[in-house]
T-cell receptor, first 118, second 111 residues
Framework: SAVISQKPSRDICQRGTSLTIQCQVD?????MFWYRQQPGQSLTLIAT?????????ESGFVIDKFPISRPNLTFSTLTVSNMSPEDSSIYLC???????????????FGEGSRLTVL | QKEVEQNSGPLSVPEGAIASLNCTYS??????FFWYRQYSGKSPELIMF????GDKEDGRFTAQLNKASQYVSLLIRDSQPSDSATYLC???????????FGTGTRLQVTL
């Protein structure tokens, strides 16, 4: 499977600041996603990062709060803007292997970025 | 009603026993079903996927799918302490490759 590197792995942030998380994949992938896992909770999809176009956001997530870039097929960033303590979470980059968009793909995850907002 | 439901546990089984993890889903159009294992402080790791009704075996793991009952399960034979983790059920509906996750079942394998 693809090797997915995320950074930072963890950070402590001040309320009102923004932080950008980077996701680097060692091979070209069509589908790349950003998930959030809040403490004690399961994973929630934030958005699909589309190469060369605007990300597709899920209900409850907006571009102003979570701007995403996807300049090529191996790299994406997620920014958490104007952070509040409620944004304390693990943010996970994931990629699909197998046939994209055919419902047969298997998702693999990076190691995650654990953010704590004070 | 949650889209993907799992018993949060903990499910405690003795070493060497069979652990049975269950998951139900609400969307009858769901097509693909995945089991992830997540150790504390780590990211989810894909261990099994199943698309068709019936059983699928991979080593000590068996996934079972019953679309009529909207039920998917994971059996772990000869459970080991290293199997102690949270097991997440995930369901994919449509062709958008988006997964909906359950809240996970925490498995404890005791010596």
């Amino acid at each position: 499977s693809a090797v997915i590197s995320q950074k930072p792995s963890r950070d402590i942030c001040q309320r009102g600041t923004s932080l950008t998380i980077q996701c680097q994949v060692d091979s070209q992938v069509t589908m790349m996603f950003w998930y959030r896992q809040q403490p004690g909770q399961s994973l929630t999809l934030i958005a699909t990062a589309n190469q060369g176009s605007e990300a597709t956001y899920e209900s409850g997530f907006v571009i102003d709060k979570f701007p995403i870039s996807r300049p090529n097929l191996t790299f994406s960033t997620l920014t958490v803007s104007n952070m509040s303590p409620e944004d304390s979470s693990i943010y996970l980059c994931s990629v699909e292997e197998g046939e994209p968009g055919q419902g047969a793909g298997e998702l693999f995850f990076g190691e995650g970025s654990r953010l704590t907002v004070l | 009603q949650k889209e993907v439901e799992q018993n949060s546990g903990p499910l405690s089984v003795p070493e060497g026993a069979i652990a049975s993890l269950n998951c139900t889903y609400s969307d009858r159009g769901s097509q693909s079903f995945f089991w992830y294992r997540q150790y504390s402080g780590k990211s989810p790791e894909l261990i099994m996927f199943i698309y068709s009704n019936g059983d699928k075996e991979d080593g000590r793991f068996t996934a079972q799918l019953n679309k009529a009952s909207q039920y998917v399960s994971l059996l772990i034979r000869d459970s080991q302490p290293s199997d102690s983790a949270t097991y997440l059920c995930a369901v994919m509906t449509g062709t958008a490759s988006k997964l909906t996750f359950g809240t996970g079942t925490r498995l404890q394998v005791t010596l």
